[in-house]
């Protein structure tokens, strides 16, 4: 069943070169307790289309397209208000989850305030709800680390702080902005263990922003692939894993250790992603393209319905 959907979403800001267009006609949907993971490249819009959701784009952004929540439909700029009427129960989490903390203040007052000022408990109900919060994302001994401020604890400690501050709300979207980049493997799989026991027991839905492909195809159920502000592919990861068909997803897989013949020497993906400063006319990837077509630098494909999947290149693989 959908959760929540996002129809032709458009950003665009302004800067000293000319307007920045971030992102161009994305539309995604998320089922309840589903994982979708966001992958791409460092400014192929993954956050911005996160963050127009949340409303912390900032006035200078120009946005356009709707959001389809329940019983709500309203253009992205009005999300802000919607989410301050309590209409849409969304909370992000961030990369740097140190950077997100007051290192002024323990972690427990930090996540105890979401429950007496958002929610209107008593000091001694936020500190219990705070404490059985923080064992339910397995920090141990929570009575004391209730005390403990955010220097004292590591990094992977520290990220799972954030992700108790942001269930603190209840919410029934959790978005998830990289948030194991800074972390070593194994406290990374913890991370996404947590994550997938949260939404395995409360129906938590969760959108997954990652560059690391093979981590979103084995973690989350579905995966889109975005390029330069637009998306470029979209289906389960078994689809994807199995046959990716857009050069781009192609590209991704094969410069992936353990995705070709033993001792192969990695492939890489020639060039660098452009930023968007004119109205997109062609395809984005086509500059960095082996299977690009004349038709490719003078149209931009259309993101079609291919099977169970969603694809917009003109010479899939």
């Given at each position: 069943m959908e959760l929540m959907s996002i129809e032709n979403l458009r950003v665009r800001f302004p800067s000293p070169a000319g307007t920045v267009f971030a992102v161009n006609g994305v539309s995604l949907s998320v089922d309840k307790g589903e994982i979708?993971?966001?992958?791409?490249?460092?400014?192929?819009?993954?956050?911005?289309?996160?963050?127009?959701?949340?409303?912390?784009?900032?006035?200078?952004?120009?946005?356009?397209?709707?959001?389809?929540?329940?019983?709500?439909?309203?253009?992205?700029?009005?999300?802000?208000?919607?989410?301050?009427?309590?209409?849409?129960?969304?909370?992000?989490?961030?990369?740097?989850?140190?950077?997100?903390?007051?290192?002024?203040?323990?972690?427990?007052?930090?996540?105890?305030?979401?429950?007496?000022?958002?929610?209107?408990?008593?000091?001694?109900e936020a500190r219990r709800r705070t404490i059985e919060l923080l064992a339910s994302v397995g920090i141990r001994d929570p009575e004391q680390r209730f005390t403990a401020y955010p220097h004292q604890m590591s990094g992977g400690m520290n990220q799972r702080i954030t992700i108790a501050m942001a269930l603190a709300a209840s919410p029934e979207l959790l978005i998830a902005?990289?948030?194991?980049?800074?972390?070593?493997?194994?406290?990374?799989?913890?991370?996404?263990?947590?994550?997938?026991?949260?939404?395995?027991?409360?129906?938590?839905?969760?959108?997954?922003?990652?560059?690391?492909?093979?981590?979103?195809?084995?973690?989350?159920?579905?995966?889109?692939?975005?390029?330069?502000?637009?998306?470029?592919e979209l289906g389960t990861s078994r689809t994807l894993r199995k046959r990716a068909r857009h050069p781009y997803t192609h590209a991704l897989f094969s410069a992936i250790p353990g995705h070709h013949p033993a001792l192969a020497q990695l492939e890489e993906i020639p060039g660098e992603i452009m930023v968007n400063t004119v109205e997109p006319t062609a395809c984005g990837f086509a500059p960095r393209c082996p299977r690009r077509q004349e038709r490719c630098g003078i149209e931009v494909p259309p993101l079609e319905r291919r099977t169970d999947e969603r694809l917009a290149c003109f010479n899939p693989y």
């Open positions: 979708l993971g966001i992958v791409g490249e460092s400014g192929s819009g993954k956050s911005v289309t996160c963050q127009s959701l949340m409303g912390l784009l900032g006035p200078r952004a120009r946005t356009s397209g709707r959001v389809r929540y329940g019983a709500h439909s309203v253009e992205i700029g009005e999300m802000v208000a919607l989410r301050r009427r309590g209409g849409f129960p969304a909370a992000m989490i961030f990369q740097d989850a140190v950077a997100g903390l007051n290192p002024l203040r323990t972690v427990g007052s930090q996540i105890a305030e979401v429950f007496t000022f958002g929610r209107g408990l008593s000091s001694g902005d990289e948030p194991t980049t800074a972390l070593d493997v194994t406290v990374q799989a913890q991370i996404c263990a947590l994550l997938r026991r949260l939404v395995d027991e409360t129906g938590l839905s969760v959108i997954f922003i990652s560059h690391d492909l093979d981590l979103v195809t084995e973690f989350c159920d579905r995966v889109a692939v975005m390029y330069a502000g637009a998306l470029v």
